[in-house]
């Protein structure tokens, strides 16, 4: 299963238009231990995440001041070619998210593949029919614009909420392209 794991603002953003998590990393507490990062990792094989997500994991430290700090295969997919983390898993690809998760689904075997972000990513994924689940973490925050958590148009069925610290998380299982664009296509 190929799940969409991040934290949000409340009006959709991931990141603040100059890639800034300072919005995010100083909020009190920590989600409700069924949406805990510690758990959710337990049950990824793989990982995926475009070039900003990876290059601001790089400028916060990893493989410099820190390792990298997944332990899965970690696909970044970029057009560009990107510095390389000492011994940590990476695989770069571009173009066609399809054959990334065919290699993905073969590295983590029977575990669920966590796509990191960016929404651009997630989006292109869901265009494909490959998007599982949302699972999201909404901080208690508006920044009227940034890079957006998802730039499609679809229907999610809610499965789970909870309340844990300054957020509220909720699962939702991707249904489909929204039921009224199917209907004009
Ligand atoms: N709130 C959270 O928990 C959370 C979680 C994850 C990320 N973030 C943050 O959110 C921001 C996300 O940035 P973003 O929206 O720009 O998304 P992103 O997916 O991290 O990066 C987008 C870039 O990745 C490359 N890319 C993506 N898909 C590609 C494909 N199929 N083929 C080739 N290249 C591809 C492209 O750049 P190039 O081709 O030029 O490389 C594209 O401009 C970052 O600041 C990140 O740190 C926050």
């Avoid at 100059?18 to 805990?36: T, Y």
């Avoid at 997500?53 to 899965?72: F, M, N, Q, R, S």
């Avoid at 599982?132 to 009227?144: I, K, N, R, Y």
């Avoid at 614009?145 to 699962?171: H, I, K, Q």
């Amino acid at each position: 299963m190929l799940i969409y794991y991040t934290a949000t603002t409340l009006d959709g953003f991931i990141a603040d238009p100059d890639d800034s998590l300072d919005w995010l990393l100083r909020q009190e507490g920590e989600p409700d231990e069924a949406f805990g990062f510690e758990a959710f990792m337990a049950r990824v094989g793989a990982a995926v995440m475009g070039s900003t997500t990876y290059e601001w994991i790089l400028a916060h430290g990893a493989g410099t001041d820190e390792p990298w700090p997944y332990t899965v295969p970690t696909w970044v997919m970029s057009s560009r070619d990107l510095p390389q983390v000492e011994g940590a898993d990476l695989r770069f690809a571009s173009g066609d998210v399809r054959p990334v998760h065919a290699a993905m689904r073969e590295a983590a075997g029977d575990r669920d593949l966590w796509l990191v972000g960016g929404g651009g990513l997630a989006g292109r994924f869901a265009d494909a029919g490959l998007l599982d689940e949302v699972v999201v973490s909404v901080a208690p925050v508006t920044l009227g614009s940034g890079r957006p958590l998802l730039p499609r148009r679809l229907d999610l069925e809610l499965v789970e909420t909870a309340r844990g610290g300054a957020f509220v998380s909720s699962r939702f299982r991707v249904a489909g392209p929204l039921q009224e664009d199917r209907r004009q296509g």
